[in-house]
């Protein structure tokens, strides 16, 4: 087991690689009262075409599937994994990204057993056709509710725009229509792929001794019988840099209409400036929009935008994007004038004063972060994923510099890699 301390945060990570190839971080945090696990593997929605484990033809699996297999996982032959959880005082629940697949509980007392169970259930397959029939069931009633949330659709919306092919534009749970292709031979099929121990990792943080903890996975692990893993190889399809349309337009039973305007990278594969560029993105979207930003006054006194306005950025291993909007009486006028803000970027220069402002308000957001157990857990796991430290953002934060700031922001928009999704009322 390895011990690394990282004095300026006051933080220690125990870690190993079991012989399976799992990847175990371990946090103590002995001044915590919980304790919180996350068994994550590296595989979600966008995982939708690869050769599978032990074959050799490529496959190309349903949209949606990687969501209706979290769902199964927690139902066994004879019994439902929530039920095991509750029993031992642990909250536990589970979540499906583009990129990963998040198994996880929180709990303060039985964390030993809630570990164990965490690992064995997860670890323990079962799928039968008849209850991947009724679960399609289920499972089209949560893709038809959110089908009904404006938020939902403009933010999938944004991405149908922006990506011509990319499955990031899909949304997470697949379509009503899709889900009903999945059969059971096609859950362990994505199970036996991308479910081995050396595709995932475990992270633990909170109130235990960490030899312990260790201890207890390691012999666990032990216990199991795994086939050793090639690498996985996926497929995507080739997209351009060019968003897919300038412009979507979806009608739905609204008072108010929503505007987003999304921007477009073009991310091939990570390097070495990952974590910078994904600093800065959040940076220049607060600095610009943020309730005291400059670009948010603007808006906000033209009266084309409320409190619903937001932004956020994502960036993953071959996709990168940004979003900002929200609900407006003049969708055209908001889109025109959001579109006419960040075509600016390309000769705005930040200024010394608000970078060093900038800096100090993204360092103050990661150490309130790391204050969660929940959110240190889960980002040290999604930076594991891509070959990152968690603990190094705070160090990449001071290394920042103002002419990287303006660089990227200088070359982060053109005119080709903008576009537009706008919820409107039905006419009539």
């Known amino acids: 087991m390895h011990k690394q301390t990282y004095d300026q945060l006051k933080e220690t990570v125990y ?8 990847r175990v971080f371990l946090l103590p945090k002995p001044e915590m009262t919980k304790t919180f696990g996350i068994f994550t593997t590296d595989y979600g929605s966008i995982d939708q075409s690869f050769t599978p484990i032990n074959q050799k033809e490529h496959v190309t699996v349903p949209d949606g599937i990687a969501h209706f297999l979290e769902h199964k996982l927690f139902e066994k032959e004879d019994h439902d994994v929530f039920q095991d959880f509750t029993k031992r005082g642990a909250s536990a629940n589970a979540f499906t ?10 709990s303060t007392t039985e964390v030993k057993n809630n570990i164990k169970t965490l690992l064995d259930f997860v670890q323990d397959p079962y799928f039968s056709d008849q209850s991947v029939e009724k679960e399609k069931g289920i499972i089209a009633q949560e893709i038809q509710m959110y089908d009904d949330q ?11 725009s922006m990506y011509h092919h990319h499955p990031v534009q899909t949304d997470i749970a697949g379509t009503v229509a899709s889900i009903q292709d999945i059969t059971k ?4 099929t994505c199970y036996q792929t991308f479910y081995h ?3 995932m990792v475990i992270s633990v943080a909170g ?13 666990n692990q032990q216990a199991k019988t795994f086939s050793p893993l090639e690498k996985i190889e996926r497929s995507f399809p080739d997209e351009p840099e060019t968003v897919a349309t ?7 039973p609204v008072s108010i209409s929503k505007c987003m305007v999304g921007i477009k990278e073009n ?15 959040d940076m220049l979207l607060e600095h610009f929009y943020s309730k005291s930003g400059p670009f948010y006054q603007e808006l906000y006194e033209k009266d084309l935008i409320d409190d619903s306005f937001s932004f956020e950025s994502s960036r993953e291993k071959n996709f990168a994007f940004s979003i900002v909007g929200g609900n407006t009486e003049n969708p055209d006028k908001l889109a025109d004038a959001l579109k006419e803000q960040l075509m600016s970027w390309n000769s705005i220069q930040i200024t010394e004063e608000d970078f060093v402002r900038m800096k100090r308000k993204k360092t103050g957001e990661l150490l309130r972060g790391m204050n969660s157990l929940e959110n240190m857990a889960n980002q040290f796991t999604h930076y594991q994923l891509l070959g990152f430290d968690y603990f190094e953002l705070l160090p990449t934060t001071e290394k920042l510099t103002l002419e990287a700031a303006n660089t990227f922001l200088n070359n982060w928009v053109h005119e080709m890699n903008v576009s537009v999704c706008q919820i409107v009322p039905e006419k009539g």
């Not at 109130?207 to 012999?219: A, E, G, K, T, V």
């Not at 300038?246 to 739905?252: G, H, L, N, R, T």
Request: proline residues 6%.
């Open 207 to 219: 109130n235990f001794d960490p030899d312990q903890m260790m201890d207890l996975i390691r012999s």
């Open 15 to 22: 870690t190993e690689t079991l012989d399976n190839g799992l």
């Open 246 to 252: 300038p412009k979507e337009v979806i009608e739905m």
């Open 185 to 188: 031979e096609d859950l362990y």
């Open 267 to 281: 991310v091939q594969t990570i390097d070495s400036s990952f974590m910078e560029k994904d600093l800065l993105a």
């Open 197 to 199: 121990p050396a595709n």
């Open 97 to 106: 990204s583009f990129t990963k697949t998040a198994y996880l509980f929180s």
């Open 150 to 160: 404006p938020d939902w659709r403009s933010f999938f919306g944004t991405l149908k």
